[in-house]
């Protein structure tokens, strides 16, 4: 009788788990076309909605991401199918919840010798680009954009040669490319001069891991008011190698616009979890 109940107590909670995961069906995904039409609805909603505005919007998009977790690598090459599931990734961060799944990266050429992993259909494209001024030794560029095209974050790759003087703010009369922390502080001054205000910005450079593939950097971060760029937020990172520094110059452009809804206000102005995927993917290509 007790091996009866210990039975029938497991099986009612297999099906209670099973239906608080199913949402109304009680039967999970089969594939991911199946997946991404039970999650449109609930990433719909979180998509419009303000953050965790009422309880079922948190709990609907981790529902969501609940059911198409299990096909995000098997659905990896379907540009659309990953771009809602990287979307529904970022619209539960926002919502206040914490998947630890990873975003959909497609690895891309972003440099001579240099590869990064942009979010699928989020955006996300890698380009030439223009470097911050002074900033001129770039290799190349990525950017997310908004809905109306206009850039919302840049990050550019620069990179400086080994036994070459380069020359920010001047004020340290030029420095080694193989002098990471010289660079930083060369530039963290001439950024600091080209803004019309600055709010807040590192006091000294500070070393701290950029990705798997540049473990130590040297950084700095500075924001406040640009003449033709608004409100934005300036992160450099220098990375020494055996054979070059590079330069990863990140640039967000906190200003919202007319018609963002509250989760790309959010992203743009307060925390981009997709940007922290992207700089954390960064590494040397192994081509």
Known sequence: MRTSRRIASSLIAA????????????????????????????????????????????????????WMQPFAKKAADDEAWSGAWNEALTLSRFHGNKPTADYTLKTTLVATGMQ???????????????????????????????????????ISVCVYSFNTLYTGSGRQGGVGGENATGLAKEFLDYDKALLAKVDSASTTIAARPLSKGFGRAQFY???????????????????????????????????????????????????????????????????
């Open 15 to 66: 099906f209670v788990a099973a239906v608080a995961f199913a949402g109304d069906d009680n039967t999970l995904p089969a594939n991911p076309a199946e997946a991404l039409t039970r999650a449109t609805p609930a990433i719909e909603a979180a998509r419009k909605a303000k953050s965790a505005e009422t309880p079922d919007i948190p709990k609907g998009i981790r529902r969501a991401v609940d």
């Open 116 to 154: 990064v992993g942009l979010p699928a259909g989020r955006h996300w494209n890698a380009n030439a680009g223009a470097p911050r001024p002074g900033h001129l030794r770039q290799y190349g560029g990525i950017q997310r954009v908004r809905s109306d095209g206009s850039v919302a974050v840049s």
């Open 221 to 287: 971060e500075i924001v406040g008011t640009s003449k033709d760029l608004g409100r934005v937020r300036l992160r450099s990172y220098f990375a020494k190698t055996s054979e070059r520094t590079y330069a990863f110059d990140v640039t967000q452009l906190l200003d919202a616009h007319a018609g963002d809804t509250p989760a790309e206000t959010w992203q743009n102005g307060v925390d981009d979890p997709e940007l922290d995927a992207v700089l954390g993917s960064l590494e040397e290509s192994k081509k």
